[in-house]
């Protein structure tokens, strides 16, 4: 029995550069980045990728205080997804929704938050937060989503490094085509610019990004890159199985249409091109195309200096000189390193191109690194083309894991 | 300190940890839960803020005593006072 087909009805995110699909889009397409400079406790200013969504649109200023800004941007990304949808959310019945919600880490902003409110009282535990355990859960954000909803069914996180924005979409195509769930609501969210340790850490690393002009601090592909720019943010998706979405007359963005996951198991934290270039193989091949059949890849390259060389080399294996309808973007430039929300982002900001057939560009490319010299690449001005009927989008993380995700232009 | 003063002290901090709730009009004679959405991890916010802000310690015994305002003030008051005593 083929599985059943998978379809993309809603989108609700939040970047640094647009708390909307259009918004977010217009900005890709007119080269608007969103990086501010930032002060995180202990290290000062840093520069950031910060979302300025409106928290009380969807949650109680109480709900605010209780819980955790991943969980605000949990809630706003999956109503707005839920408005964009179309469904009657009131008929909905809510034991058969699932939240799939892809993060890199949760629990460290909530820890970092209670370390430093014991340190004024001597480090008294009788003052550490009854609130700390229902904060720092690791199911926390989708937990936060199914209260403020009132969605009975599974509600949960995956964690999977800087791959779990992918992660979020794939969990939940396959929950459907199990018929765990009839609807679902996934992505991924990131909280990670409230915790000074995520800055501290690439800091030691050496891969945190440093420039005068914070709009010009991420670069992936450039020949001066000096790291990554961390971001929040947030972007989830409603998916249905396309009889549902087509009973209900759902406006469709597009059909998932193969993805792959993999791990490296070489390294903590250096990527594995040979990995990375099997992941999206395999992919292609669930998906029944071939390399010459995708029209976009939005890669995962994050600006550090070996791993955007890294990507390439995978990209060059699979690719190659012969897929002349392939063209290459990168969204970073624009939004730094959203973290569990990256792929999740990244995939939304092309999926307009199925309409206006158009790449955005990569940006704040000025001195293109040969290395990253890939066939197809777009940098810095948006590109008309002439067929895009599918788009592949690339997401790896620490510990080695790979994720490719395919989706295709919807067609009955 | 008042009974009165010590009233305020609980409103400032229910301010706080419940910002929706309008409290122009809290009975003080009517159970705080009767008539604000708070919950048990609420009272545990208060018991919190009273340690935090006063150095006021509620044994979990004593919580029913924080069921209104005037029966906080009856509870608390001889509390502040001794507190201020000892300087």
């Known amino acids: ?412 | 300190m008042t009974k009165d003063e010590c009233k305020q002290v609980v409103l400032d901090i229910i301010a706080d940890i419940a910002p929706d709730e309008d409290l122009s009009n809290v009975k003080p004679e009517v159970r705080l839960r009767d008539q604000l959405q708070l919950d048990s991890m609420d009272f545990l916010d208060i018991v919190m803020e009273l340690r935090k802000r006063h150095s006021i310690e509620v044994p979990e015994a004593d919580y029913q005593h924080l069921a209104s305002l005037d029966s906080c003030a009856e509870y608390l008051t001889p509390k502040f006072i001794a507190l201020a005593a000892k300087g």
């Open chain 1, 1 to 412: 029995m083929k599985p059943a087909r998978i379809v993309i009805t809603g989108v609700g995110l939040t970047a640094p550069n647009g708390n909307s699909l259009t918004e977010f889009r217009q900005n890709l397409l007119h080269g608007i980045a969103g990086i501010e400079r930032m002060e995180i406790r202990y290290m000062g200013t840093q520069l950031a990728g910060v979302c300025h969504y409106d928290p009380l649109k969807y949650q109680k200023k109480k709900e605010l205080r209780v819980g955790t800004r991943a969980g605000s941007i949990s809630i706003y990304c999956a109503r707005e997804a839920l408005a964009d949808s179309g469904v009657n959310f009131e008929t909905l019945p809510k034991d058969r929704v699932g939240i799939y919600i892809g993060c890199t880490e949760h629990g460290n902003v909530e820890t970092e938050n209670e370390i430093y409110n014991i340190s004024k009282f001597n480090y008294d535990t009788k003052f550490w937060s009854h609130y700390h355990n229902p904060r720092t859960v690791a199911n926390n954000p989708a937990g936060e989503t199914s209260l403020n909803l009132g969605i009975t069914g599974p509600a949960y996180t995956i964690g999977a490094a800087c791959a779990a924005g992918n992660m979020g979409l794939i969990h939940a195509a396959q929950m459907l085509r199990l018929g765990e769930v009839d609807f679902a609501i996934c992505g991924g969210i990131s909280e990670s610019i409230h915790t000074f340790g995520i800055f501290a850490g690439f800091k030691s690393q050496n891969a945190l990004a440093q420039h005068a002009n914070p709009h010009k601090a991420s670069r992936p592909f450039d020949k001066a890159r000096n790291g990554i720019v961390i971001s929040e943010g947030g972007c989830l998706y409603t998916l249905e199985r396309l009889e549902d979405a087509q009973a209900r007359g759902a406006k469709i963005y597009a059909e998932i249409a193969g993805y792959h996951v993999n791990s490296d198991a070489s390294d903590y934290v250096l990527p594995n091109p040979t990995r990375q270039a099997e992941c999206i193989r395999a992919a292609i091949a669930r998906a029944g195309l071939k390399s010459s059949d995708i029209h976009i890849v939005n890669t995962h390259a994050t600006a550090t200096p070996l791993g955007d060389i890294q990507e390439c080399e995978a990209i060059r294996a699979v690719f190659g000189e012969g897929c002349p309808d392939t063209y290459i973007n990168n969204t970073k430039g624009y939004i730094g390193h959203c973290m569990g929300a990256a792929g999740a982002l990244e995939l939304a900001g092309n999926l307009p191109s199925f309409n206006d057939l158009t790449v955005h560009p990569s940006i704040n490319v000025d001195d293109l690194d040969p290395a990253c010299a890939l066939p197809g690449l777009v940098l810095n001005q948006p590109r008309t083309v002439a067929k895009v009927d599918t788009i592949l989008n690339n997401s790896f993380g620490m510990l080695g894991i790979n994720s490719a995700l395919i989706v295709k232009r919807f067609t009955t």
